[in-house]
């Protein structure tokens, strides 16, 4: 069975700064990857995908992921860090069908 | 266009009694799903339904949990005897048939659940 690891509950950026979230899968078929945002009390927002293709793949708000197949790993970066990008971001990999299996989350601090 | 709609947005419970959950998926998706997030948790599958069938229902705690989508109106996601532990966000997801090239997955808002 398929499953996620994201590495860190909880990361703290300064603004401005590199934002990199780290997820590793496990999966015995070609994943598809994605990437959501959930902000406080409101549902989840697809930031990007991979399916097949190009393995770095540009989503929404300036976020950006690069499938690493040898490394399992499907990390999230954005150049510069801003306010708005505070939230919970979840990782998750596509099993059969369209059912997902996600990540724990890794809630995103900013600071000013 | 709207996306997934889920009502109530927010549903409060005493123990003992019955939750119901809407979700209208996206125009044009056929299929639709529920994840539940537990406090401190990531979203966990409970349950894949297409019109009129389950297709994949191994999330769905054994009792007192039941999913439909009829062929007409909403999908509903029913729990009956709520207990406390049932407190959560359940979020219903949406997408196009898998063999129309739909790989992507919307969500809805959240429904969250309280029971007191």
């Known amino acids: 069975a398929q499953s996620v690891t994201q590495l860190g509950s909880h990361v703290s950026v300064s603004e401005g700064a590199l934002v990199l979230l780290r997820c590793n899968y496990s999966?015995?078929?070609?994943?598809?990857l994605f990437w959501y945002v959930q902000y406080p009390n409101q549902g989840l927002q697809l930031l990007l995908k991979?399916?097949?293709?190009?393995?770095l793949v540009k989503g929404i708000n300036g976020f950006e992921a690069e499938f690493k197949k040898s490394e399992t790993s499907f990390h999230l970066t954005k150049p510069s860090a801003h306010m708005s990008d505070a939230a919970e971001y979840f990782c998750?990999?596509?099993?059969?069908?369209?059912?997902?299996?996600f990540g724990a989350g890794t809630i995103l601090r900013v600071k000013s | 266009n709207a996306g997934v709609m889920q009502n109530p947005r927010h549903l409060v419970r005493r123990r003992g009694q019955e939750a119901r959950l809407r979700c209208s998926p996206m125009k044009g998706h056929s299929h639709v799903y529920w994840y539940r997030q537990l406090p401190e948790e990531g979203l966990k599958f409970m349950v894949y339904?297409?019109?009129?069938?389950?297709?994949?229902e191994s999330g769905m705690p054994k009792e007192r949990f039941s999913a439909e989508f009829p062929k007409e109106g909403p999908s509903i996601l029913r729990i009956q005897q709520v207990v406390r532990g049932d407190s959560a966000a359940y979020f219903c997801?949406?997408?196009?048939?898998?063999?129309?090239?739909?790989?992507?997955?919307?969500f809805g808002e959240g429904s969250w659940l309280t029971v007191v």
């Open positions: 339904l297409q019109k009129e069938n389950i297709i994949d």
């Open positions: 999966s015995s078929v070609p994943p598809y």
């Open positions: 997801a949406s997408s196009p048939p898998i063999e129309t090239g739909g790989n992507t997955i919307y």
């Open positions: 991979y399916t097949t293709g190009a393995t």
């Open positions: 998750a990999v596509r099993e059969y069908g369209n059912k997902l299996v």
